[in-house]
Every structure is written in C-alpha cells, then in structure tokens.
C-alpha cells in the first residue's frame, strides 16, 4: 500500500492490495489469452465504465503481452444512482460507438453484486448481434447474487460489503486508490 496518501485515513481495511490485484489481472490475461489462441479475429473488450476503468486498461495491457490482438469498446451503464444498493433498472448512459456483430465480446467489469446489471447487459450484447459474449469480472460478491449470470473469468470472491478503490467509487470518490478497501463508517456519517 502506498504510504501517506490522504485516503488511506478513510480506509478502515484494505480487502485485495495492489500487488494482488497486480498478479490477478496477469493471471486473469493468460487464462483469456490461452483460450482464445486460435481468434484469428482478435477480442473485443468491452468496458464497463466507470468502475472497470482501471481493471480495463491494466487487463488490456496484461493481454497484449499474450495475445490475440483486442480492440476497445467502452459502455455506461447506471444502476445504482448515488447510493449503494442496486435497483435492478439499468440505464445506457453511454452505448457502443460501432456495430458489434460477429464480433467476440469479453465484457470487462468491476464487480459483479447482484448480477442484475450484468445480466441486462449480456442480453443486450447479445441482442447486437456479437458471436460470442464472456465475462472477465474482477470481483465477485458471492453473497449478493439474485440472478444467475455466466461469468468465466473472476478474479477475487469478496465479502458482501461497499467497497471502494481501483475504480470502485463512494458518490464518485476513491476511485483512484491502487487498492479496494472498506471505507470506515464516519465516511458516510460525514456526507
Ligand atoms: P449488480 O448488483 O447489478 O451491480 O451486480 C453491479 C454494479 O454495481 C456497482 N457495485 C459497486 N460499486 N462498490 C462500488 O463502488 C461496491 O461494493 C459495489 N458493488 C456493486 C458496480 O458498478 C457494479 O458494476
Ligand atoms: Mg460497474
């Protein structure tokens, strides 16, 4: 952990640190590299903004080391406003910039918590067409899960609790801690 950034005092403990993360995402690559060896065609990652920020840009560079070549989308989706529970309504808030089909689709995400926007979002990836869709999720809330979703690549199962950090925000804030952490409480008592 970086020592004396000013976060780290709003920081109650840290769940996956940076190093993990690190080591995660180059193993979370190999794996997606060794089963798309023979994609001629190459992967398109599609990010779902903003939370996967930080796992996209460092998973895209974790598989350009492997292969195959990837191209970048990049989608907003809303589902939880400004708090910290999901409603199970999503809304585009940014769509695909092209045509997706025939294309094979890896959604890059975050986190998956309820699976709700998830599934949403599988549905409508495939409604465009894509020859296939698979999901590379970063986290994983075993807990929360109300809707079956297919995810074939995860990287860490944690707790069910508000996590913020590499990317994961608290009302647009913490995003660009290089770990995930829990907040502590007087954060929320504070807004
Ligand atoms: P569902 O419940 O639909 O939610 O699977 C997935 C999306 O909700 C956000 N999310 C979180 N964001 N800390 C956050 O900052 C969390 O602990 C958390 N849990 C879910 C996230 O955008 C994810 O894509
Ligand atoms: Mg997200």
């Not at 023979?38 to 598989?63: E, H, I, P, Y």
């Not at 292969?67 to 708090?83: D, L």
């Not at 409603?87 to 709700?116: N, Q, T």
Request: hydrophobic share 40%.
């Amino acid at each position: 952990m970086a020592e004396g950034s000013w976060y780290d005092a709003d920081i109650d403990r840290v769940i996956i640190t940076e190093e993990q993360i690190r080591e995660k995402t180059a193993e979370l690559a190999k794996q997606v590299s060794a089963d798309h060896a023979d994609s001629t065609g190459g992967l398109l990652l599609v990010c779902v903004l903003k939370g996967a920020v930080m796992f996209m840009a460092d998973f895209a560079r974790a598989l350009g080391r492997y292969g195959p070549p990837t191209e970048m989308e990049f989608m907003a989706v809303s589902s939880y406003g400004q708090g910290t529970t999901s409603s199970g309504v999503v809304r585009i808030l940014k769509d695909l910039d092209r045509d997706i089909a025939g294309k094979h689709v890896i959604v890059v995400e975050d986190i998956v918590d309820s699976g709700l926007t998830l599934s949403w979002l599988l549905k409508y990836l495939e409604s465009r067409s894509a020859a296939s869709v698979e999901v590379v999720a970063l986290f994983r809330k075993p807990d929360a899960v109300k809707v079956h979703v297919p995810v074939k690549y995860v990287g860490f199962e944690i707790p069910s609790e508000f996590v913020v950090g590499y990317g994961l925000d608290y009302s647009e804030r913490y995003r660009e801690l290089p770990y995930v952490g829990v907040l502590k409480k007087d954060v929320y008592a504070r807004s």
